[in-house]
């Protein structure tokens, strides 16, 4: 029984020290991203902000696009209008020229 208990310990030892290197692994892994995120955060810090004019740009021409679209369909509702009224003119006038003619005809 005692080579049993002994196997016993030996296979905890072992499982101990794997479990152990394994928390060694991610210790490091830890202290790798760590130095990588202060890092990250220092480049951040030390670099210039993109310029106000740059989102301002960005801004007007969103806004441009915005403007244009409306500024079609505001012209083409303009423009077929338009056209109705032109076509309802040119019915008036032809019809006051058929009455016109009518009315020197004697009828």
Request: net charge neutral; aromatic share 6%; glycine share 4%.
């Amino acid at each position: 029984m005692s080579r049993e208990k002994f196997f016993q310990e030996e296979l905890e030892l072992d499982e101990v020290l794997a479990r152990q290197q394994e928390l060694r692994k991610r210790l490091q892994e830890f202290e790798r991203n760590r130095s990588e995120i202060e890092r990250t955060r220092a480049e951040r810090e030390c670099t210039i902000p993109p310029l106000d004019e740059i989102h301002e740009r960005q801004r007007w021409r969103q806004h441009e696009q915005l403007v244009s679209r409306g500024e079609v369909a505001n012209v083409r509702r303009d423009q077929n209008q338009g056209v109705l009224l032109l076509l309802l003119l040119l019915a008036a006038t032809a019809s006051l020229v058929w009455w016109g003619l009518r009315l020197m005809q004697g009828g």
